[in-house]
């Protein structure tokens, strides 16, 4: 069984710049996940999707961030404009949507650098 | 608001000696509770989960962790160490949503 993939693997930015970032959940997750994990921080979750509605955004800062999962598989997450503290790892999980305490599964995450 | 603490930022140990990881979480209601594992330059993979039922959960490659309801903690345990458990150990709370709330991490290495 395929994993969570992501793309790029890294990307370096300048601040101001916008980027985008790909995920694709293992086949048949309706659930999927982008969380953002900062250097000695554990991963903090941004934004969920049940098929293509999102459940919870709460912690997205939507001045700048944007996510979106049209047709409710692969999913793109964007920054305009970046600033230097969204330098970071992201990372994409996905998982059945049976319900509170379902295995999360992680891509290998994209690994970016604002400067 | 919900928070999971790890206490232990860096541990290093010599094969073969014993490992507890301590958990705790703040949050008084149903909680699901993980330990995910990064091993260098891999992804995130779930180690152990507790749902209900038995507090002592067994994972893969030996780890176990015990669920203690009162001192709101999880701690991950491992009577013997080897030198490929090297990694970064997360616990996790899933506080009857979806929703992942994460600790900051601990870091082990192992050394031969």
């Known amino acids: 069984e395929a994993g969570v993939a992501q793309s790029p693997r890294y990307k370096i930015i300048e601040k101001r710049q916008s980027v985008a970032f790909w995920c694709n959940p293992i086949s048949g997750h309706a659930t999927l996940y982008w969380y953002q994990q900062i250097l000695g921080q554990g991963p903090k979750l941004l934004i969920q999707f049940q098929n293509n509605g999102v459940v919870d955004d709460s912690q997205l800062p939507k001045d700048r961030f944007s996510a979106e999962r049209l047709k409710g598989v692969d999913s793109t997450l964007k920054i305009q404009p970046a600033k230097l503290e969204d330098s970071a790892v992201y990372l994409c999980a996905s998982s059945l949507p049976t319900g509170a305490g379902e295995t999360q599964y992680f891509g290998p995450g994209t690994r970016l650098l604002v400067l | 608001a919900q928070s999971v603490s790890q206490h232990n930022h860096h541990v290093i140990l010599s094969e073969a000696a014993s490992l507890e990881l301590g958990c705790n979480y703040s949050?008084?209601?149903?909680?699901?509770l993980f330990w995910y594992v990064q091993y260098p330059g891999q992804h995130l993979q779930l180690l152990l989960k507790y749902f209900s039922g038995d507090p002592l959960v067994k994972g893969i490659k030996g780890f176990e962790a015990e669920f203690i309801k009162s001192k709101f903690s999880f701690n991950l345990r491992k009577p013997s160490v080897q030198w490929s458990d090297t990694a970064e150990y997360f616990c996790a709370v899933n506080p009857n949503t979806d929703k992942l709330i994460f600790g900051t991490g601990t870091r082990l290495q192992v050394f031969p």
């Open positions: 949050y008084g209601g149903t909680v699901n």
